[in-house]
């Protein structure tokens, strides 16, 4: 699946309203989709939470990996899912709670997650 594939389908998602890839090392968005939140700003954040929980897993000397991150606010659900092939990429997928299935997102960011290319 290609970076344009996998966006299209994580803007399928039932109550998506944005979708990212982003390269975690920078804070660099490599692909989006979607809107309604400052793209930019959100993609900086949230890396720096995907910092954040890294050097917590290597601090706490854990043989682990993130596989991935949710943030449940008030309207929104934030879904933040590192590649397995490359942990420096993750995905972040913004879904609005009302219209959302939680278990259903998380299950085709998974599938899109496992077939993306670069």
Not at 24 to 50: C, F, K, R
Not at 57 to 73: N, Q, V
Request: charged letters at 25%; glycine letters at 8%.
């Amino acid at each position: 699946m290609n970076v344009e594939d996998a966006m299209k389908k994580l803007m399928e998602i039932n109550g998506a309203t944005a979708a990212m890839i982003v390269d975690s090392d920078s804070g660099m968005v490599l692909a989006q989709a979607g809107g309604g939140i400052n793209l930019d700003l959100a993609a900086a954040g949230n890396t720096e939470v995907v910092r954040a929980k890294r050097k917590t897993i290597a601090s706490l000397k854990l043989d682990d990996r993130i596989e991935d991150m949710l943030i449940t606010l008030g309207k929104q659900f934030h879904i933040l899912r590192p590649l397995g092939t490359k942990q420096n990429i993750f995905i972040y997928s913004v879904l609005d709670k009302a219209n959302a299935n939680l278990a259903m997102a998380r299950l085709v960011i998974s599938e899109v997650e496992g077939n993306i290319k670069f």
